[in-house]
Structures are given as C-alpha cells and as structure tokens.
C-alpha cells in the first residue's frame, strides 16, 4: 500500500525559502514517477515538478529558476526546495507517485501541506 507523508511547509516572507520532504512507503522506486502539485483556494491542481525514476526532472513555467525538485531512492523521499518564493506560490502542496503501468498511470497522492508567502 502506497502511503505518502508531507512535511516542510509553513509561512514565509516573500523572497524566503522553504523546503518540502514527501516519505513514501510502498513505492517502486524503479518504476515510479515522483512530484509535486499545488492548489490553490478556486483554482484546480497543477504540477510544479516532477522527477522520473532515471533523474529527469519537469518543472512549470512559473518555479523555473526557482525551485528544485530532487529525490533520493535509497530512503524513498522526494524534495522540493523553494527559493525565492511569491505570494503567487502560496497553495496546499500535494506528493504525487505515478506509476507507469503498460495501460495506464495510477496516481497516489499525499494529504497536502500548507505553503503561505506573506509579508
């Protein structure tokens, strides 16, 4: 059973930094894509960024520059660190795992963590 534990967020100033650490358990890490979504209050979920199993990374238009998505398979955990931060960043932050299967990705995601960018 895939099981995802979000930690790391909090309130900050803009231009601080933050830096999320998602712990998965019942991964493949072989297999399965690792990221992060954010939502915010009326609008939907989108993707900040998200690393394969091989390193490749993804990331939105809007945190390029800014953030850094990394993961260590060894301890099963996916990193987002957030520099320069916006107020435009503030969301609830989501661990996403994709698993690639021949016929379709099944998602798992994690119970969300609070970011707040305030002066």
């Known amino acids: 059973q895939v099981q995802l534990v979000e930690s790391g967020g909090g309130l900050v100033q803009p231009g601080g930094s933050l830096r999320l650490t998602c712990a998965a358990s019942?991964?493949?890490?072989?297999?399965?894509?690792m990221g992060w979504y954010r939502q915010a209050p009326g609008n939907e979920r989108e993707l900040v960024a998200d690393?394969?199993?091989?390193?490749?990374?993804n990331y939105a238009d809007s945190v390029k520059g800014r953030f850094t998505i990394s993961r260590d398979n060894a301890k099963n955990t996916v990193y987002l660190q957030m520099n320069s931060l916006e107020t435009e960043d503030t969301a609830v932050y989501y661990c996403?795992?994709?698993?690639?299967?021949?016929?379709?990705?099944?998602?798992?995601w994690g119970q969300g963590t609070q970011v707040t960018v305030s002066s």
């Open positions: 996403n795992v994709a698993r690639i299967l021949i016929t379709r990705t099944k998602d798992y």
């Open positions: 019942g991964i493949i890490p072989s297999i399965d894509r």
């Open positions: 690393i394969t199993s091989g390193g490749s990374t």
